[in-house]
């Protein structure tokens, strides 16, 4: 009984204490004392109770506008939110701050952490790429403004990584488009997806799905427009083999480009036998 009545006793001086501490922070953040907010919100802030520190140099924002506190009291708000895991807004406060305040000596760490706080925030790769694209651009701008900075690596490294999201999910739409038949689209999306980003580690799978694409937008074609998409097959097979020899997948497109070449036959009345001849010389020339 004697230990029910202790914690019981705990439990009340905490409640009160707690309540006390909560009354004397209320009356805080409505006084008109700014230099007691603003040393408050520090201590706050040091002592990483960031969701007392933030209303804190909210409420000083006015306050100590065209103050010498005017940058400090903006940037230790935005990173109250940024430290309490609230990226969006942090992203807000961080890119104003940067604006506003181009010289301060917070103006680097504010852009970095802003390209941090996107990057957080950002998108998994099958998903809309739009905060994406917006964070390399805001990174590219940092690269641009601060060349020697000491984060450098760090959004070197996060630029890397939104980089392959994008090649991706470009990627994947081209695949999506091949494997419920769009072949056009398919062909459209791999060829834009290569042209944005041609060292990907997927472009020889690429380049065979386009291949694989011409041939089959081809053979599924009218007759009328069968003759145009066979040569454009042969085309992609030249651009295939010609960067991947020894692809695993030569037999397939090999395969594809001698149908290709049937059906351009068929379609002529009959290959000549010169034009053959040019054909397969190109054809041992890439061997």
């Not at 306050?63 to 109250?80: E, H, I, L």
Request: glycine share 4%; proline share 3%; net charge neutral.
């Amino acid at each position: 009984m004697g230990k029910i009545n202790k914690l019981l006793l705990l439990l009340s001086l905490s409640i009160l204490i707690f309540g006390v501490s909560c009354s004397k922070y209320e009356k805080l953040l409505k006084s008109s004392d700014n230099e007691a907010k603003y040393q408050a919100a520090l201590k706050y802030y040091e002592r990483g109770k960031y969701k007392r520190a933030t209303p804190l140099f909210d409420a000083l924002v006015l306050a100590n506008r065209g103050t010498p506190r005017d940058d400090t009291t903006n940037f230790y708000m935005a990173k109250s939110y940024y430290l309490d895991k609230d990226p969006f807004t942090a992203e807000y406060y961080f890119g104003s701050f940067k604006n506003t305040f181009p010289r301060s000596p917070f103006a680097e760490e504010a852009a970095y952490l802003q390209g941090v706080c996107l990057y957080d925030a950002s998108y998994r790769s099958e998903l809309d790429q739009t905060p994406t694209q917006r964070t390399l651009a805001i990174f590219a701008e940092f690269n641009y403004t601060y060349p020697h900075s000491e984060w450098k690596e760090d959004v070197q490294l996060m630029t890397d990584d939104l980089a392959n999201r994008l090649i991706v999910k470009t990627f994947n739409s081209g695949k999506f488009y091949y494997k419920v038949e769009d072949y056009k689209a398919a062909i459209v999306t791999l060829k834009n997806s290569l042209k944005d980003y041609p060292d990907s580690q997927y472009r020889e799978e690429a380049l065979y799905l386009i291949l694989r694409s011409n041939y089959l937008y081809a053979s599924n074609s009218i007759r009328d427009k069968q003759l145009e998409r066979y040569q454009q097959t042969v085309d992609e097979y030249f651009n295939f083999i010609s960067e991947y020899p020894e692809s695993k997948y030569v037999k397939s497109a090999k395969d594809m480009y001698d149908k290709a070449l049937e059906g351009i036959s068929a379609d002529r009345g009959k290959i000549t036998r010169k034009e053959y001849k040019e054909e397969k010389e190109i054809e041992k020339s890439l061997e």
